[in-house]
């Protein structure tokens, strides 16, 4: 604490704080310049995020492998001789093929609800710094997406439209803290809200006291009114745990969801909701154990002994 | 001279804002990961005057709030930044122990970055902003320090010559 503090630095370090607070009243109040300045900033950004898209896709993968090692490892040995000959072409087209992948998958899911989507590749993953889980998507208002719609990955909802930019949009994802859906469970048709927490796992919230969830029970996406910001239909995650306390009003639970936030690739915005709700054709077919094939040999006995 | 020092500076700190936001957010580190720009933003306020580190916090918050993934309200990071940044050079120029030993600067960027987070969720529970349960948050205030800590010794030498370049260079 050696610096005396003078005047003059005091004084700019009051203007300095004055300013920044006349910033907070004037974003508070909804002044545009700001939110202007904001879009003017991410349209200078987003050609050199979708550049460090493409040229770091080798590292994110291998970052990404290494983060879910512990979960992988039984698949990863048993890929790893297979991959030996393949490696270097699979380090080039390791992450088309992914994207290709979940792009089929997100395409089929749309086409059996008859959702209108738009898909967009995901070129940065949002800072952690300020606590909100976000992705940038490389599509934006020149495609037709607008502000609350519904995002999803090939699995499930992936998230909503937060902002949007000519060429790029910012989708809150689904595991975000402020991020609310109204699910309503399949089959039984009973309704809740879905929160996010910050990881892949969910709160539910039953609103009827006389209604009961259970463990595995799918939940879906119930819409909005004018299908903004939620289409209805759309997966959303299944029960893993059921808090049954005798104080709680009704029930609550935690689900975990459909789409693996950690490797969204591409994604797809839904821009045109379908006609008909899509109902529960939308549910995940449960995971088919592989039938293990036996075999029956039969040995005849040689008349004669063998010498 | 403070003209030529704010030349020299502003394109070090549009770069490295522009390094992160399209290079480090692309990826998604465990705990939270850190950030390169808040780190640079921290290292340079410990080293300068608290003058200069006033104005380096508010040039970094401006950059950050102007970043489409800040959660909170346009000027929450400046005030923050502001605050911070201010803190950490008031408190440690001057004083070769921490300023001239990289150990009591690292100490001091991955404490400010800790101070910083914990203010933003302060700020941001009275200005609104949702940061996540309980749990979460805790995780990434701890992820995000022993990312600071691990990241500083290594740039710091980079940041320090940077510095040491733009405000040591005497005029002929």
Same mark, same amino acid.
């Given at each position: 604490m050696r610096y005396g503090g003078e005047g003059r630095t005091r004084l700019l370090l009051i203007i300095l704080i004055v300013t920044s607070l006349f910033l907070i009243t004037l974003d508070l109040r909804g002044v545009s310049v700001l939110d202007n300045a904001r879009q003017g900033t991410q349209t200078i950004l987003s050609p050199f995020q979708k550049a460090g898209s493409? #040229?770091?896709?080798?590292?994110?993968?291998?970052?990404?492998?290494?983060?879910? /090692?512990?979960?992988?490892?039984?698949? #990863?040995?048993?890929?790893?001789?297979?991959?030996?000959?393949?490696?270097?072409? /699979?380090?080039?087209?390791k992450n088309a093929d992914a994207q290709l992948k979940q792009l089929k998958s997100i395409l089929d899911l749309a086409g059996t609800a008859g959702y209108k989507v738009v898909n967009a590749k995901v070129i940065s993953q949002g800072s952690s710094q300020s606590f909100s889980q976000t992705i940038t998507i490389d599509s934006g208002s020149n495609a037709g997406i607008k502000k609350n719609m519904t995002v999803l990955s090939q699995t499930g909802i992936a998230g909503v439209v937060k902002d949007v930019y000519p060429t790029t949009a910012l989708v809150m994802l689904a595991t975000d803290p402020s991020f609310k859906i109204g699910v309503r469970i399949a089959g039984t048709q009973q309704i809740g809200i879905l929160s996010g927490r910050g990881s892949r796992s969910g709160s539910l919230q039953l609103l009827d006291n006389l209604t009961t969830v259970q463990v595995g029970d799918v939940l879906l996406a119930r819409g909005s009114v004018a299908n903004r910001p939620f289409v209805p239909g759309v997966p959303v995650g299944y029960v893993t745990a059921v808090d049954n306390s005798a104080g709680e009003i009704a029930q609550s639970g935690t689900v975990r969801f459909y789409t693996n936030f950690g490797g969204l690739g591409v994604v797809a915005v839904v821009v045109g909701a379908p006609v008909n709700n899509p109902g529960d054709a939308l549910i995940p077919p449960k995971p088919v154990p592989t039938p293990i094939p036996t075999v029956t040999v039969y040995v005849t006995p040689s008349p004669s002994p063998t010498k | 001279m403070f003209t030529r020092q704010i030349s020299l500076s502003a394109p070090i700190f549009l770069i490295i804002y522009l390094f992160q936001e399209a290079a480090m957010n692309q990826f998604k580190l465990p705990g939270g990961g850190f950030s390169l720009f808040v780190i640079f933003a921290l290292v340079w306020a410990v080293l300068s005057t608290p003058e200069i580190a006033a104005l380096t916090g508010f040039c970094a918050g401006i950059l950050m709030d102007m970043s489409q993934s800040s959660g909170g309200p346009v000027g929450q990071w400046t005030l923050i930044m502001i605050i911070i940044c201010y803190a950490v050079s008031y408190l440690g120029y001057g004083d070769g122990n921490i300023n001239g030993n990289p150990v009591g600067v690292v100490f001091f960027v991955v404490s400010a970055n800790l101070a910083a987070e914990v203010l933003f969720i302060a700020s941001g529970a009275l200005l609104g902003v949702t940061t996540g349960s309980f749990g979460q948050v805790l995780i990434t205030l701890l992820g995000n320090s022993a990312w600071t800590l691990v990241i500083t010794p290594i740039v710091l030498p980079l940041f320090s010559y940077l510095h040491n370049m733009v405000f040591e260079t005497r005029a002929l």
């Open positions: 493409v #040229i770091l896709s080798p590292v994110k993968n291998f970052l990404s492998d290494v983060t879910h /090692l512990g979960r992988t490892r039984h698949q #990863i040995e048993k890929l790893r001789a297979d991959n030996a000959k393949l490696k270097a072409s /699979l380090l080039n087209r | -």
